[in-house]
């Protein structure tokens, strides 16, 4: 989990699927039926996850723009979208892809959301969309990005943002302090000021109702059980452990046990949000 690795990606990738909210993103399918072609812009877009879990629900010509500021990524995205498809072709630096019916066309895009937010929101779009990005930002950029998608009418559909409902079982005596802990090292600065963390997934949904969107969420935990969620299991431990060793808040004996420890099911909470400006 240190990082963002394509491995660690490639491991969440079917959990984060199957935890996305179907009634939800039917709703975002609705919203979007008969844009032809429709175009998306995918903000934090890692190795692709997203377009691979959206793109059939949408209409049969698509129009994709993915944004990382990691060219790791971007280039692990390529060729996991080259491998998705049925059939793909490089045109320039673009990526044409066919699937299941559906014509779909992905440009890549290096940009560091700090810095390059609105040139990359200046692209037009019928829908901006991110997955597992939100917990990484601050309280004030999420204003400013709010007031950037208002400005230019933009809907924002986003899954997968951390909310700090966490539990695992059979219980640890230091599951308590571990995840407090957990929960301050998300506050720090990922980049973008401190971390919004778990609170990202109310102040978007507050600061889109500010600014005059319909505001629709749902709660989307991964519900992780052995043995077949056993390696992401594992890894997110490690993950949590090593993030709370930074924050020196748990004894290392006491967190060493705690990471040690088998467990059978670890459920971690996320909100999908849909917003859509008013009128
Ligand atoms: C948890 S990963 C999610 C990736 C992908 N959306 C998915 O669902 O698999 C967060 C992503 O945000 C990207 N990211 C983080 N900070 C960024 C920044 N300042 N500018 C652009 N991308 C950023 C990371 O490189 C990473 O790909």
Known sequence: MSGFSPEWLALREPVDHRSRDAALAGKVAA?????????????????????????????????????????????AARERLRA??????NEGDALHLKTSGRAIRVSFRQADLVTGLDAVLDRPADLVTA?????LVSDEWIAHFVAALAARGLPLFTVLTYDGVESRSPSHPADAAVFAAFHAHQATDKGFGAAAG?????????TFAAQGYAVMTASTPWRLAAP?????????????ASAVRETGRVAEDALASWAATPVETHD????????????
């Open 198 to 206: 778990p609170r990202a997934g109310t102040v978007m949904a507050e």
């Open 31 to 75: 919203a979007l039926a008969g844009k032809d072609p429709v175009r998306i812009t995918d903000l934090g877009c890692g190795a692709g996850s997203n377009l691979r879990a959206l793109a059939p629900l949408l209409g049969a010509d698509q129009d994709w723009m993915l944004v990382d500021h990691d060219a790791r990524l971007l280039k």
């Open 268 to 279: 971690v909470g996320h909100i999908d949000l849909w917003a859509v400006p008013r009128g």
């Open 131 to 135: 997955a597992a990005l939100f917990d």
């Open 84 to 89: 998705w498809a049925d059939e793909a072709r």
């Open 228 to 240: 077949q969620d056993a390696l992401l299991m594992r890894a997110l431990s490690e993950g949590i």
